[in-house]
């Protein structure tokens, strides 16, 4: 069904793009598909392990943890759903240097406000635990930079920008 769907909305965008933005859209197709897997195969093997034992250890020895299955499936699901779009980082980053909305150079200079944000989006969509929103904080910040250095690189092949006239 998906690969439907994806079909059917290139055969909508695909005639009002012009051939180099057509090279641009699988690589990151592809990139954004393998990131958002990446993000939720961590979640599953190193996040998961982190949180339900953060979660055993913190409960009373005479209480089970034992969420019933609609609880667990709608956790498993936001956590998976979080991770995978938060592994999209590098590709956003890269989407907008490519479309010209912001520069390597802003990118850099918003550094501090960006890691702030990436906390705060961390400490909202995670469960209120601190391993979560660490796991989820500390992935994110690096796929960023990740980001910024592909940017660098698309930046670079696309040409430096001519500076702006100033009117002195």
């Not at 209480?63 to 609609?70: L, N, Q």
């Not at 907008?96 to 400490?123: C, D, H, K, N, S």
């Not at 500390?138 to 001519?162: D, H, N, T």
Request: glycine share 6%; aromatic share 18%.
């Amino acid at each position: 069904m998906l690969p439907w769907v994806l079909y059917q909305v290139w055969a909508f965008v695909a005639p009002g793009l012009y051939a180099h933005e057509k090279r641009l859209v699988l690589p990151l197709i592809v990139s954004s598909t393998v990131l958002f897997f990446v993000g939720m195969a961590f979640c599953y093997f190193f996040v998961f392990g982190a949180v339900f034992k953060f979660i055993n250890e913190f409960a009373p020895k005479s209480i089970s943890v034992a969420p019933d299955i609609e609880a667990y499936f709608n956790f498993v699901l936001g956590m998976f759903l979080a991770f995978g779009l938060a592994f999209e980082t590098p590709v956003v980053v890269v989407v907008l240097v490519a479309t010209g909305l912001v520069t390597v150079e802003q990118l850099r200079e918003w550094r501090g406000y960006v890691v702030v944000g990436i906390f705060v989006i961390a400490a909202v969509v995670t469960p209120p635990d601190v391993v979560s929103q660490l796991a989820l904080a500390f992935p994110m910040w690096f796929l960023y930079e990740v980001g910024i250095v592909c940017s660098q690189f698309i930046s670079r092949r696309k040409g430096a920008p001519a500076p702006a006239p100033t009117n002195e």
